[in-house]
């Protein structure tokens, strides 16, 4: 969502010079309660778009969550229990179709204040509310873009009706990063100073809270390799009272340490209308250095043309070009592959065909072209017969298979057995791991056979790696054998080491999101 506003937000400039005249000169029965005071969020697209913005009072910042996701959230603490009257909400383009204004006293038990459906963007004025609460949230359930949620301003009025302590910890000092593993930050910071005491520490990542500390140390954990992070630290009260976060301080985790050859996997990778999405994925690949590139398709939307290529695909992912084994999906289909060939060149077609194998160390790589089989074209033959041809004569000990439709998916396509002549094929000659992507969400399947049972013994095991950088599904119903599915953005880092492999899914935050082995070949 790092992109121009769009014209529509634009439009709403004089709107929102309006809106925000109330804070000035708001009447005593109906204060501005929110003003600069503490948030939270539930993700921020990145450290430019964290939840202050969206209580600044600026009309030209805001809050901005991750995209294509749902549920999300942000919430304000306004010091002190206050009787809320009214909420102003300042969307951007990105805004929620449905959304709820809940309170809480306490900040983690929620009570709906009142549910939104049908909203068109802009400027929401949501008057009539009497509730109670010392913190306030907008819980977003549907998103009416591919994007995320944006508030420019989030302004709650009222009265404060809670009395006691009302006065914050002073702001934590010298916040430091003291040291770091492969996954791993550590860091320290002076205690804060409070009228009665302070009680703990609540711990920012880029912008987005991660974890809280009792004590003046913290380390962060399970986080990527090799990557830096932004931290702020900010002190919180008995009476609940939030301190203003600390200076920001980066903390770089090591690089890892892990031997063997290093791959990344990933597919349906450039939107021209999610450019962020695909460039936060390239830094992600950028940071793990690999020595290949594997792509499980839809590497370009919306047609695969040569000047989508150009325009976005090549501005990002394009880096890695030289190193890039590909894959087409339908969307390359949907330009004859002429723009996919046109753009990758002879890297498309090793052999020939636009699917061909390879090996590297004690691993033969086969990478197909799903979207003639899924459609029945009379070239299925020839391809699969190639297939049986290829893997008859593969001396290594390790098959890895890779296209862009999953034979079995617990998201929005279902299972396909379309392409049950490619996965069947795999099943015989035993192979160790496919593939793919089409449906955009990540998911780890235990060996299946060729019914689509857990087979330990004989069956292969599949992984869905379609979170490359386009919008994301979220409708997943597990089938059997899943061992774990989400619908996040990132990357696989695939590490293969002798007669072994393992992986790591990394989020574009930079967190760990799944690790999976290490397996040993058949």
């Not at 046109?342 to 979207?371: C, E, M, N, R, W």
């Not at 990540?442 to 013994?457: M, T």
Request: charged share 20%.
């Amino acid at each position: 969502m790092n992109r121009p506003v769009l014209p529509r937000a634009i439009a709403l400039g004089a709107a929102l010079v309006l809106l925000l005249q109330p804070v000035v000169a708001a009447n005593a029965a109906e204060n501005l309660l929110s003003h600069n005071k503490p948030t939270t969020t539930s993700s921020v697209e990145n450290a430019s778009f964290a939840g202050n913005y969206a209580v600044d009072g600026d009309a030209a910042t805001r809050w901005a969550s991750e995209e294509g996701s749902d549920p999300q959230w942000i919430a304000v603490d306004l010091g002190a229990t206050a009787t809320v009257t009214k909420v102003n909400l300042s969307w951007e383009a990105a805004y929620a179709s449905e959304y709820k204004i809940q309170t809480s006293a306490d900040g983690s038990t929620w009570k709906d204040a009142k549910s939104v459906k049908g909203a068109d963007g802009g400027a929401d004025e949501i008057t009539g509310l009497s509730a109670s609460g010392r913190y306030v949230r907008v819980y977003g359930t549907k998103r009416a873009t591919a994007y995320g949620y944006s508030l420019f301003e989030l302004e709650v009025y009222g009265t404060k009706t809670g009395g006691g302590d009302v006065e914050p910890p002073s702001t934590p000092g010298n916040l430091r990063a003291t040291g770091s593993t492969a996954d791993s930050v550590s860091l320290a910071w002076d205690p804060a100073r409070d009228n009665v005491a302070v009680t703990g520490y609540e711990i920012l990542r880029n912008g987005n809270v991660v974890g809280t500390s009792a004590t003046t140390t913290f380390t962060d954990t399970n986080l990527a390799s090799g990557t830096s992070f932004t931290y702020t630290v900010r002190a919180r009260d008995e009476a609940g009272n939030l301190s203003a976060a600390s200076a920001p301080v980066q903390g770089t985790t090591q690089p890892g340490s892990s031997t063997g050859t290093v791959l990344v996997i990933s597919g349906d990778i450039a939107k021209p209308e999610l450019p962020s999405e695909h460039s936060k994925t390239a830094k992600l690949v950028e940071g793990i250095k690999p020595s290949y590139v594997l792509t499980v398709g839809d590497n370009q939307y919306d047609k695969g043309t040569l000047a989508e290529y150009k325009a976005y695909y090549d501005k990002t992912w394009g880096k890695f070009k030289s190193i890039t084994k590909p894959t087409p999906g339908n969307h390359e289909w949907d330009d004859s592959l002429k723009g996919y060939k046109s753009y990758f060149g002879s890297i498309a077609t090793p052999q020939g065909k636009p699917y061909y194998s390879y090996d590297v160390g004690d691993f033969h790589f086969v990478a197909l072209d799903s979207d003639p089989v899924a459609n029945g074209s009379s070239s299925t033959t020839e391809q699969v017969n190639w297939l049986k041809n290829d893997l008859a004569g593969n001396q290594k000990a390790c098959v890895v298979g890779y296209w862009h439709h999953p034979r079995w998916n617990s998201g929005k396509y279902g299972d396909d057995k379309t392409v049950a002549p490619l996965w069947n094929e795999f099943v015989k000659a035993r192979a160790d791991i496919v593939f793919n992507g089409h449906d955009h969400h990540y998911e780890r399947i235990k060996p299946l056979n060729s019914s689509g049972r857990v087979d330990e013994a004989n069956g292969v095991r599949q992984a869905i790696v379609g979170i490359g950088g386009d919008s994301l599904y979220t409708q997943i119903n597990e089938r059997e054998g899943v061992e774990k599915s989400f619908a996040k953005h990132g990357v696989m880092k695939f590490v293969i080491n002798g007669k072994s492999y393992s992986w790591e899914i990394i989020g574009t935050d930079g967190k760990i999101l799944d690790k999976a082995g290490p397996y040993t070949c058949r």
